[in-house]
C-alpha cells in the first residue's frame, strides 16, 4: 500500500474517536490528479551501446509534485539490459514543484526492435488535497 505525506508536512497524529451516538461520516475519496509520464530517447541504437532514455513526471492542474512522499519509477524490458529496475527521488535529475525526470541507462545485446517500459507512482498535492498519481508509459527502439 502507498502512504502520502500530508500536503503541508508530516501527517498529523489520529483525531480522538467520535462518540458512539455521532452518526458515521464516510471519508472522501482522494481527488483522482491529472498527470503525465513520459519517456524520450533515441529511436535507434548500436547493439552494445549504452544509452539512455528520459523518465518525465509532470502533474497537472492545480497539483503540484509532493516532494515529501514517496515516488517510485519501476522500469521493465524482456530484451534491454538496464543498470537498475527501480528508480526514487534520489535518482531524479530534475526534482521541481513541477516536474521530475530521471535517467534510465540500457543496452541492448542483440539487433531488433526493442520496448522499455515504465511504471510511476507519485504523489501530488494542491491546496489542502493529496492524490496520487499512476501512469505508464513505454519506450520503442530500434536495435542495429
Known amino acids: 500500500m502507498f502512504a502520502l ?11 480522538p474517536a467520535a462518540a458512539q451516538d455521532s452518526p458515521a461520516v464516510a471519508a472522501a ?13 533515441p529511436s535507434s541504437a548500436v547493439v552494445g551501446t549504452r544509452t539512455k532514455a528520459t523518465v518525465t513526471l509532470r502533474p497537472r492542474g492545480r497539483f503540484e509534485v509532493n516532494q515529501d512522499a ?53 504523489g501530488l498535492c494542491g491546496g489542502d ?6 501512469k505508464t508509459a513505454e519506450l520503442t527502439t530500434v536495435v542495429d
Open 5 to 15: 505525506v500530508a500536503c503541508n508536512g508530516p501527517a498529523s497524529p489520529s483525531e
Open 29 to 41: 475519496p482522494a481527488p483522482s490528479a491529472d498527470c503525465t509520464v513520459e519517456v524520450e530517447g
Open 70 to 122: 514517496p515516488l517510485s519509477v519501476r522500469v521493465s524490458s524482456d530484451s534491454l539490459s538496464l543498470d537498475k529496475e527501480r528508480y526514487t527521488v534520489d535518482d531524479a535529475t530534475v526534482l521541481a514543484p513541477d516536474e521530475v525526470a530521471m535517467e534510465i541507462p540500457f543496452s541492448a545485446a542483440t539487433p531488433g526492435r526493442h520496448t522499455l517500459e515504465v511504471h510511476a507512482h507519485f
Open 129 to 134: 488535497a493529496c492524490a496520487l498519481c499512476r
